[in-house]
């Protein structure tokens, strides 16, 4: 089945403590992007990945970093979690994009985090 | 990137055919326009996309004018299971702008 995994889909954790949350994809897509949604702001862009090694920022990276070694993982990092990154997050990836070849995103189900 | 405005809520009875307009005042010449369902608890879900003019597939009526400024999304008769949140989304495949979203219930 095609479908974007993310873990955890819930964690509680506590402010400074490092945590990665894992998204893959099993359809060969090389887009991947990751999604911040919070109440009343819908969803925002964190980062997105256009090929394997290939990253750049979308509309709030600040406190989050991501790598893509591989083109099925692209995990979220958070090297010192705050208060305000409470939020769920979501993975999406779609096949190749770019001017005039706009593809639709397949999300994933979802990672509830709360920072303590 | 292009902001978007939505209603922020809609009510409908089942069988109405509902339409839901976004505004994308700044659209830029290489974004599309996408709409996605969002059910609580899970991902976005696909459901149109379109660049201008008309588009319909098996689901849903995208209308684009020549603008490009704004789009409708046309639900035709809709049912209990279309109670969810409608997302418009303007992006040109790398850097995507979510619109605020539309609570649509539909009631019997």
């Known amino acids: 089945e095609a479908q974007v995994t993310q873990n955890p889909r819930y964690l509680i954790t506590v402010t400074g403590k490092k945590l990665t949350v894992t998204c893959s994809q099993n359809m060969n897509h090389e887009y991947m992007s990751w999604y911040r949604q919070d109440p009343g702001l819908g969803l925002r862009q964190i980062y997105y990945?256009?090929?394997?090694?290939?990253?750049d920022k979308g509309d709030v990276p600040e406190g989050y970093k991501v790598s893509r070694k591989e083109k099925r993982n692209f995990p979220l990092i958070l090297e010192s979690p705050s208060p305000n990154q409470t939020s769920l997050y979501f993975c999406?990836?779609?096949?190749?994009?770019?001017?005039?070849?706009?593809?639709?995103?397949?999300f994933g189900d979802g990672t509830r985090l709360s920072i303590l | 990137l292009a902001k978007t405005t939505q209603p922020i809520s809609m009510d409908s009875y089942e069988g109405q055919e509902v339409n839901i307009t976004c505004s994308h005042n700044?659209?830029?010449?290489?974004?599309?326009i996408t709409w996605y369902q969002q059910f609580p608890s899970q991902g976005p879900r696909f459901i149109i996309q379109g660049y201008k003019t008309k588009v319909t597939n098996e689901v849903a009526s995208l209308f684009i004018p020549a603008d490009r400024k704004s789009s409708t999304l046309s639900l035709p008769r809709v049912s209990l299971s279309d109670t969810a949140v409608y997302y418009c989304l303007v992006g040109d495949g790398q850097n995507f702008v979510f619109g605020p979203g539309t609570r649509l219930s539909v009631l019997p």
């Open positions: 999406a990836s779609s096949p190749r994009t770019g001017r005039y070849s706009n593809q639709p995103q397949h």
């Open positions: 990945s256009m090929n394997v090694e290939v990253t």
């Open positions: 700044n659209i830029a010449t290489n974004d599309y």
